[in-house]
């Protein structure tokens, strides 16, 4: 089970901590792979894996007028650490005491001091400290005065360019969700509570389930998708629309989701919608004929294409 603890203590004794630094936006196959190497290192060692990542992002203290946005929510983030075996993750509070601490005071006080770590992964472009001064060298040094052993972690490539969230961010808000799921290892996902909505699909005759968008989250472009839907009970394959409605007059941005060949009442249930390619972009129609006909050309080709992506493993 996996043991989340906020701010550090000297009074915790951890067995032989193997840790690893970061933020882990995102769970990616970059990701996967640096913790699957912890807990390895961690298991073989009879010790303990240790995720250090920071609350808020070190980014809201830093650069506060930066929008950043997630591809994980922070209980997602959690399960996905635990389920890749990481026994501990440490939040420390980022504070600008903390984003001023030179590289060796990091390495003393938190690193040696208060989590005692026996051997830290980290990638080979690592920074830390003041002014992100410190680099892998520095850190190695560190760790032969205070008695860790630094272990460079070399970074995942996929398609021409190394696997990283600020890559895959670009890729969702540029709508290319089958390059997005080939870097995630998964296809990316927004979930919510399904709200009442103004009931137009269903006039149109494709009913649909809405949900208000998560703030902070990464959002593909406005558009309509070839998606999978699930409440925790199902899966369904599905068609999904962000966007305000133009046809209708534009209104709330919502995420709206029309379960293919089913009918059920989502209301007040909690569903997860995956993002599996996209369709078309959105914009307004003439009337609402119009864009009932062209729903069912999107529901074709929606068909078509989850059909074709679950032949392939990610």
Do not use: C
Not at 251 to 267: A, F, I, S, T
Request: proline share 6%; no cysteine.
């Amino acid at each position: 089970m996996l043991t989340v603890t906020r701010g550090l203590s000297n009074a915790r004794r951890r067995p032989h901590p193997i840790a690893t630094i970061g933020n882990f936006d995102g769970h990616h196959l970059g990701h996967r792979a640096l913790l699957q190497t912890v807990v390895a290192a961690a298991r073989r060692a009879g010790g303990t894996a240790l995720v250090l990542t920071f609350d808020p992002h070190p980014v809201k203290i830093l650069a506060p007028g930066v929008d950043l946005r997630f591809l994980t929510s922070p209980e997602e983030k959690l399960t996905r650490l635990e389920e890749a075996g990481v026994d501990e993750v440490v939040f420390l509070e980022f504070t600008p005491a903390l984003a001023g601490m030179t590289p060796e005071q990091f390495a003393d006080s938190v690193l040696h001091q208060q989590l005692g770590v026996a051997e830290i992964f980290v990638g080979e472009h690592f920074a830390f400290g003041k002014g992100r001064a410190g680099r892998i060298g520095d850190l190695d040094r560190f760790g032969r005065i205070y008695g860790f052993e630094v272990r460079p972690f070399a970074p995942v490539t996929l398609n021409g360019g190394v696997v990283s969230s600020t890559r895959i961010r670009q890729l969702i808000q540029a709508g290319e969700m089958d390059q997005a799921a080939a870097l995630l290892g998964r296809s990316y996902a927004l979930a919510g509570e399904v709200i009442s909505g103004r009931k137009q699909g269903q006039v149109l005759g494709w009913p649909t389930a809405n949900l208000r968008i998560p703030p902070q989250r990464v959002v593909p472009p406005d558009g309509v998708y070839a998606a999978r839907a699930s409440d925790g009970m199902k899966n369904y394959e599905a068609v999904a629309y962000i966007g305000t409605r133009p046809t209708f007059g534009a209104g709330e941005r919502l995420l709206e989701v029309n379960l293919l060949d089913e009918k059920r009442d989502l209301y007040g249930q909690r569903v997860t919608v995956e993002f599996v390619g996209r369709l078309r972009g959105d914009h307004a129609f003439d009337s609402p004929g119009e864009l009932a006909a062209q729903i069912a050309r999107d529901v074709g080709r929606a068909k078509e294409l989850l059909r074709g992506s679950s032949q392939r493993v990610p």
